[in-house]
Every structure is written in C-alpha cells, then in structure tokens.
T-cell receptor, first 112, second 113 residues
C-alpha cells in the first residue's frame, strides 16, 4: 500500500476557477509534508513545506492545509492560470528521515 | 552552479548495454539523491548520499544499479546490462543538509530498446 495517496489522479478546470487537491499519508512518525509542482519535462519544484504544528500555509495563489490527526493535506489553487497546468506531488519523509516518499501526483490541466 | 544539472538529457540504448548518468548538484549541498520516475508513476527513491557517510542504497532495484559520488560533489548512476523496464526518467536532487528542501535537476530520459 502506498504511504502517500493523492486524489484526484487528474483534473481539468477552466482558467480562473479554483481547485483543491488531496493527499492522505500513513508515514509515521510525521515530521513534515511538502507539495511539489512538476512541469512537463522538468524536475519537481518545491511549493510549500508544512510542519506538524502548521495547519495552513500560503504561497501566492497556493494554500496548503494540514490535519496531522487525520493525516490529510490539501492544496488549494485560487484563480487558476494556464501556467498552473502541471503535476502536483505530495511528499512525506520516510521514517528514517533520509529520503522522501512521493505520491503519484495529481495532473492538473487548466484550459482557456 | 545555479541549479542541479544532469547529463545527458536523453539517452537511447540497446538492451544489455551499460549506461552512465551524471548529476552535478548545487555547490555546497551535502546531500544528493537519485530517483526514478516511470511513466504514470510517482518518483521512486533509489539512493542517497550524505557527506562522507556510507550511502543509503536501500532503493536500488537490483545489483545492476550502482552509484558513486566523487569528492562529495558530482555523482554518477550506472546501470549495467540495461533492460527495457529500466526505461524511465532518472532525477537527481540535492539539498544543503538531509531533510532540507530538495532541488531537482531536469532529469535524464532513458529509453532502452
């Protein structure tokens, strides 16, 4: 069973609309959770990192939430732009803290 | 350099051949990671280097895969006797220290015919 599950697998929205991506994780103990954005043909780029004590963190039009009790995180994108089209990946460190466990990502397509 | 660089950007090889993939991390970063990303799959951890410590090889899928990091900087991932299932994008990342934000290179797209 994957330790990081993301949903939906893919999403298509119109430019200007909002959307929310979900991430459930089972890794324990938990230290932090990261959201990465991966453009086609590029390596992932970190959007935000959340620690145990943080519930919400914003980075421009991106807002991440974390519920450490239910082990769920969400990434909310406001007023989407065509450039938001990418894969959004939820990442949690492994138990030893030596490597990252990546979800399979949500592929977002923003159309005009 | 300004970011993590990888070479080659694309590699096509025949089944059974050996390949070497190179990663130049951000200068001063002590941690270096190799990942594999197959089509439609999440990133799969392969190997991790931290300073002069013995690398964490727990993610290497078989003994055909090996990696080294010379002088604490450049790293080479070697795949011997390549198989078609080795076809994937191989991503390298580095971070200042373990647990810090990882910065990824553009990846090497490997196709084994």
């Amino acid at each position: 069973k994957n330790q990081v599950e993301q949903s939906p697998q893919s999403l298509i929205i119109l430019e200007g609309k909002n959307c929310t991506l979900q991430c459930n994780y089972t890794v324990s103990p938990f230290s932090n959770l990261r959201w990465y954005k991966q453009d086609t043909g590029r390596g992932p780029v970190s959007l935000t990192i959340m620690t145990f004590s943080e519930n919400t963190k914003s980075n421009g039009r991106y807002t991440a939430t974390l519920d450490a009790d239910t082990k769920q995180s969400s990434l909310h994108i406001t007023a989407s732009q065509l450039s938001d089209s990418a894969s959004y990946i939820c990442v949690v460190p492994n138990q030893a803290g030596t490597a990252l466990i990546f979800g399979k990502g949500t592929t977002l397509s923003v159309s005009s | 350099g300004a970011g993590v660089s990888q070479s080659p950007s694309n590699k096509v090889t025949e089944k059974g051949k050996d390949v070497e993939l190179r990663c130049d991390p951000i200068s001063g970063h002590t941690a270096l990671y190799w990942y594999r990303q197959s089509l439609g799959q999440g990133l799969e951890f392969l190997i991790y280097f931290q300073g002069n410590s013995a690398p964490d090889k727990s993610g290497l899928p078989s003994d055909r895969f090996s990696a080294e990091r010379t002088g604490g900087s450049v790293s080479t991932l070697t795949i011997q006797r390549t198989q078609q299932e080795d076809s994937a994008v191989y991503l390298c990342a580095s971070s200042l220290y373990a647990g810090e934000t990882q910065y990824f290179g553009p990846g090497t797209r490997l196709l084994v015919l």
